[in-house]
């Protein structure tokens, strides 16, 4: 299991240093990322939370990076387009993969499998979805598959374990990114470090 947001190529952007990727792929986020790999996903966290100029967020500044950072900056509802990716290492089928509209926040929903509702899902295309059965939890590659789908099933405490080491990978990664923006972005490296941790839904679980 692994926090992974999704990324766009941006062969334009030279706000500082980000990676090369191909769109709609995914950068896995932990805490032993190049510089240029925490530049890309700080990019795109930052992306996913612009705005249009007619929508009202406090005056705008106007140099290139105040304005690519001012969403992030200012927004109060934060989004990061992602989530918890779930492979099987002897298959390499990606059995929970980040949907179109999920967010790398909505780990929470891993736990409504685990002590709540007892099932969710994460997103479509494909539509992948995890459910308790009793003490394991079921993860279906694409619960809406015409000729059926992949399955496979773990044990609760398995799964239990694979989050919160998901978990630590987000908490890694956002230590990084920390001493990234204090290099890269010391005007506002204490704000983007915040927005970061809001993006990603690293607060306690509520």
Not at 50 to 56: A, C, Q, V
Not at 75 to 81: G, H, Q, W
């Amino acid at each position: 299991m692994q926090p992974v947001p999704e990324i766009l190529a941006a062969d334009d952007f030279a706000l500082w240093q980000a990676g090369e990727h191909e769109s709609y792929g995914y950068l896995v986020l932990h805490g032993k990322l190049t510089l240029a790999e925490v530049g890309t996903a700080v990019m795109r966290i930052a992306d996913c939370n612009g705005f249009e100029p007619e929508e009202e967020h406090g005056p705008c500044p106007t140099d290139p990076l105040g304005m690519f950072l001012h969403g992030l900056l200012t927004m109060p509802d934060l989004f990061a387009a992602g989530g918890f990716r779930v492979t099987d290492d002897a298959t390499g089928t990606a059995f929970v993969e980040p949907g179109c509209c999920n967010g790398l926040d909505s780990w929470r929903d891993w736990l409504e499998v685990l002590d709540g509702t007892g099932c969710s899902s994460f997103g479509h295309d494909p539509s992948s979805a995890a459910e308790r059965v009793g003490d394991t939890v079921r993860l279906t590659l694409d619960v809406y598959a015409e000729d059926g789908s992949p399955e496979t099933e773990l044990p609760v405490e398995q799964v239990r374990a694979l989050v919160a080491g998901a978990q630590q990978d987000v908490r890694d990664f956002l230590g990084f990114a920390g001493t990234w923006a204090g290099r890269n972005l010391p005007a506002h490296a204490a704000a983007v470090t915040d927005a970061l941790a809001r993006a990603l839904g690293a607060g306690p679980a509520r």
